[in-house]
């Protein structure tokens, strides 16, 4: 495809969440870097893709589908419905609205201007890079709460970015992740580190939108709790990727824990 032409598609797609790399030096221009984005990748340390099979669940734009396409894996599966049903240009706008005015956002997908499941007008980046790479990643849109684990298959890996912290039930989420999973699965999520209760397995619960001015985030354990549920959920070992306990306190708080984030393997 001609550059002039991939500048065209991308042209057409009203919000970008991540920044992808899209040849002839063309990038989306997504509200998180090219740069963090390969930080992240590089973070996750992940094992030979080559081969392998690999599920990405609550995929956005796609950028760690299509980065593990690139590296070889055999087979790639995005999942997402949340995200692909917002219209989110004017979801970020009434979100930016809402935090300007210090009031709580309604829950998106109560909100009709917003919510679009049928037209799925989130889902416009995702398929704008798939035909500009002409790609053959698998998309699925679905809950992977409700998705029969028998229709989409069992992955070798599974990426499981920037989900749990969304789910009302996080355990059960964690459950489902593992009949999902084969090998090893990356979760990514918020954290919480309490300086004096790090033996106990807990999660901070979010009753509105105290964390991130986000009305759509609902539990972050710390490192046991995401440790324990994680082997309570069907994985063997839980091994942390990132810094934990956290350097500095990410989010600003004052009190005597630390909003954090927290990236782990879980292997089966």
């Known amino acids: 495809m001609k550059a002039e032409k991939k500048r065209e598609l991308i042209g057409k797609v009203p919000f970008w969440y991540h920044s992808i790399d899209c040849g002839d030096g063309i990038v989306t221009p997504g509200r998180i870097s090219l740069a963090s984005l390969k930080n992240q990748w590089k973070c996750m340390e992940l094992p030979d893709l080559k081969g392998k099979s690999v ?16 590296l070889g894996a055999r087979r790639v599966m995005a999942m997402d419905h949340y995200v692909w ?13 809402c935090r300007q005015k210090k009031v709580v956002p309604r829950p998106y997908h ?16 995702f398929d704008m890079v798939h035909q500009i790479r002409d790609s053959s990643v698998e998309q699925v849109v679905g809950d992977f709460m409700t998705i029969d684990a028998g229709k989409t298959g069992v992955f070798d890996v599974v990426f499981f970015l920037g989900v749990l912290y969304h789910l009302e039930d996080p355990f059960g ?3 489902r992740l593992s009949l999902f999973t084969r090998e090893l699965a990356v979760i990514e999520t918020a ?9 106990i397995g ?7 939108s105290e964390l991130g001015d986000d009305v ?3 539990f972050a354990p710390n490192l046991q709790g995401l440790t324990k549920s994680c082997r309570a959920a069907g994985f063997r070992e839980v091994v942390p990727k990132s810094i934990y306990p ?3 306190n990410q989010s600003g708080e004052s009190s005597g824990f630390l909003r954090c984030r927290l990236l782990v393997h879980a292997c089966k």
């Open 55 to 70: 599920l990405d669940i609550g995929c956005w734009d796609g950028f760690y589908s299509f980065a593990a396409e690139d």
């Open 85 to 97: 049903s917002l219209d989110l240009a004017r979801q970020q706008q009434y979100w930016e609205d």
């Open 110 to 125: 109560e909100i009709p201007e917003l919510w679009k499941p049928d037209t799925l007008p989130g889902k416009i980046g």
């Open 173 to 175: 989420g964690l459950r």
């Open 191 to 199: 954290a919480v580190y309490l300086p004096e209760h790090e033996d």
């Open 202 to 208: 807990l999660y901070e619960f979010y009753e509105s």
């Open 216 to 218: 759509g985030n609902w």
């Open 246 to 248: 956290p350097a500095s």
